[in-house]
């Protein structure tokens, strides 16, 4: 599958807990970007990244939330003390520059 | 920031009606405007999408058009078939970015 991989698909934590999501871009898109998506919402932007930059965050984004692309390719979001205000849909997404964005499966957060 | 709103949240329609779908945006700014598809538990996919340059594009039985002095597109899908089935969206962005914002969804189902 060449498309955008996250892993994991699924992940039930404890609130306070920190946890990891990766996300693999479509070899050589430079652009790769987070969204979270809660039930009958469309997807939220949180941050991007070009290459290795991260560019923008968004206000959605609190200081327990951090992302980091090391070497312009695979992204990591990184949730710290987790609330369960965190449970959602986080998707991410890559496009080679000026052109559409390709979306990966997501990871479904459940914070119990 | 970029306002996006879609309407209707629900559409229900016989096999081979038409759907449409509308949304405005607040943001003069954007000049690219994606529709996605997302089926249940899967990722959204790009059905397609137009940028400011131009007022309408079809690909098959689907359509788009974009009137920039009202700030407002639409999605028209033509001839609906069962697997037209699904959550739409729509979304708005610039060219500098491709940072996308969404609109809520639109939950289509087609009646045998």
């Known amino acids: 599958d060449t498309g955008v991989s996250q892993d994991p698909r699924h992940k039930i934590t404890k609130r306070g807990q920190n946890v990891t999501f990766r996300c693999d871009p479509i070899?050589?898109?430079?652009?790769l970007y987070w969204y979270r998506q809660t039930l009958g919402q469309g997807p939220e932007f949180l941050t991007y990244?070009?290459?290795?930059?991260?560019?923008?965050k968004s206000r959605l984004l609190s200081d327990r939330f951090s992302a980091e692309r090391p070497k312009g390719s695979f992204s990591t979001l990184e949730i710290q003390r987790t609330e369960q205000g965190d449970s959602a849909m986080y998707l991410c997404?890559?496009?080679?520059?000026?052109?559409?964005?390709?979306f990966g499966q997501g990871t479904r957060l459940t914070v119990v | 920031g970029e306002n996006v709103e879609q309407h209707p949240s629900t559409l229900s329609v016989q096999e081979g009606d038409s759907a449409v779908i509308k949304c405005t945006y607040s943001?003069?700014?954007?000049?690219?405007f994606p529709w996605y598809k997302q089926e249940l538990g899967k990722r959204p996919q790009l059905i397609i999408d137009?940028?400011?340059?131009?007022g309408e594009k079809k690909d098959q039985r689907i359509a788009v058009t974009l009137n920039k002095t009202a700030k407002h597109f639409s999605l028209h899908i033509t001839e609906t078939q069962p697997e037209d089935s699904a959550v739409y969206f729509c979304?708005?962005?610039?060219?500098?970015?491709?940072?996308?914002?969404f609109g809520a969804g639109t939950t289509v189902t087609v009646r045998a």
């Open positions: 997404a890559s496009s080679p520059q000026g052109a559409e964005a390709f």
């Open positions: 070899s050589e898109h430079n652009r």
């Open positions: 990244f070009q290459n290795e930059a991260q560019l923008e």
């Open positions: 943001d003069s700014a954007s000049n690219y």
């Open positions: 137009i940028r400011s340059n131009v």
């Open positions: 979304a708005a962005s610039t060219h500098d970015d491709y940072k996308l914002s």
